[in-house]
């Protein structure tokens, strides 16, 4: 948000997302993911040992991993500072000069402060295993923290925007460093006997051995996806990475705090239940239902509420009011698949658990080539409609098979032009089929156990009612100020929500109100 009101949607703006999207390499192959699938499972096993014996060897093999990924990260790092020239040059090849000179030197500044990123997960693991939830989710809050302040302070200075780039790829080398010292301390309370080791010969050790390789494979094509999407992105229009960029920090924003919330508490518990199919089945419905009352109210606002709520959050500075029409449309195209996004998270731990890591690997793997193929065939559709006084207009002759001339897709005072569109809604269809898919495989090693049921089930008409209010609010109150529109629209819509899903027995509805004392 604070980005896009110093640097609106331009090409210093798509120069940072890129270069965060690069380094982020780093972490997300090495990262949550990966140690999820593999360290973990076997983790929890050993640290939940009554014997002297066992936690003695789970400390072992706590301090080896945290060793192991050390040494392993900073081999990466320094080769990712050295070679960050043919780097960026490879996943952006028809990035133009400017923008590519200056995502160049913001790799750089930002690669190093992301690999304590990868050993913040790691603490991560140990403190979710040890059920201490709080700070893992809390100490994010500083890797934001630090981009927003040193930002803002460039901004309030008359930096240029490159500057002002610059220092918030400072922010996000200062805020991995601070995200990973504040988790240390907890990791060393709940796990006292971790030290720095490398006991390799030790058994667990070569069995997170053995899960690590297909794991990192797999979340290697989760990392291809998101770089396919910057490729596909910059032969688009300018503007299109950063509009991207925007839409998904709000995307992935439900799936963060609820999806990857309930997925990281419920992991080291599958793994200990790993033998008992009812009792996993009965965890994964309860998380199912957990996330998809939450996460399926953000799909409906962000669909017909989103233009308010983008206006609220970032329209600012120079975001202008076509960028928050580029953005909410961005946004409400990736929505359709948030459900099915958030909801295979928990399909994909319920195989962690069950020690596969290569079939959601290739799952995700197919996902990635539906979503890049049908992605770049909507992309040349949409890239013939652009936005004008926002509203959508039509631009260019459809069906188009041919990317834009490069002079049209440079210039910034041209109408937005809305490929990103398309590169959203191909995620979207991906993101269901890769759900339906992994839904398939959990069962058929959950045996002689109840079919879980479809993450929306009973909360349609909660939903359908939560459109009604919020989307006819933001309709009708459309020319007021968003600062009292979206409050409004999404407050009401979400009091609509509750109140029928409680009304229709949803268990999640029920907890909410009881938590805030307004039912016994």
Known sequence: MVLAFCLGVGIAADAFKAALQIPGLLQNVLGEGVLSA???????????????????????????????????????????????????????????????????SLVRIMWAGLGFIVLSAWCLGVLNTHRRFFLSYV???????????????????????????????????????????????????????????????????????????????????????????????????????????IAQILYLLPIGVFAMSVAAA????????????PAVAARIRTGQERVAFYVLFCAVMYIVAGRQIVAFLFQWGDFTADDTTFVWLILAAYSLGLVASAVSRLYQNACFAHGDVSGPARLAA?????????????????ERFGIVDEQVERLG???????????????????????????????????????????????????????????VA???????????????????????PTLVVAPLAVGLAGATYVVVAYRRGAHSAIDLLRTVHLVD
């Open 266 to 277: 419920d992991l080291p518990e599958l793994s200990r239940e790993q033998h008992d199919p």
């Open 458 to 480: 009973g909360l349609v008409g909660a939903a359908l009612a939560a459109a009604v209010v919020g989307g006819g609010l933001s309709w009708l109150l459309w020319e007021q």
């Open 139 to 245: 100490a994010p809050v500083l890797w934001n923290a630090a981009q927003v302040v040193l930002a803002l302070v460039a901004w309030a200075r008359g930096w240029s925007d490159a500057d002002i780039a610059r220092a918030a790829a400072w922010g996000v080398a200062l805020g991995g460093l601070l995200q990973f010292l504040v988790q240390v301390p907890a990791v060393l309370r709940v796990a006292p006997g971790i030290r720095p080791a490398f006991q390799t010969h030790l058994q667990e050790v070569r069995e997170v051995g053995r899960r690590f390789t297909p794991a990192v494979l797999g979340r290697g094509v989760v990392q291809v996806s998101a770089f396919l999407d910057l490729f596909l992105a910059g032969l688009l229009a300018a503007g299109a990475i950063s509009g991207l960029s």
């Open 366 to 382: 197919l996902r990635v080539a539906i979503a890049a193929v049908l992605g770049f065939v909507l992309m040349l559709q949409f």
């Open 38 to 104: 593999s360290f973990v499972p076997v983790y929890a096993e050993l640290a939940d040992g009554k014997s002297e014996e066992e936690q003695r060897r789970a400390d072992a093999v706590a301090g080896t991993i945290a060793s192991l990924l050390a040494l392993l990260t900073a081999v990466i790092v320094f080769i990712g500072i050295v070679a960050a020239r043919p780097l960026t040059r490879l996943v952006l090849p028809f990035v133009a000069d400017e923008a590519f000179e200056l995502t160049v």
């Open 397 to 455: 002759s459809i069906p188009a098979w041919e990317l834009l001339p490069e002079d049209v897709r440079a210039d910034e005072s041209a109408p937005q032009r809305l490929g990103a569109v398309g590169l959203a809604l191909g995620s979207a269809v991906a993101a269901w089929i890769e759900y339906w898919l992994l839904g398939r495989r959990v069962r058929g090693f959950l045996v002689r156990t109840r079919k879980p049921p479809s993450p």
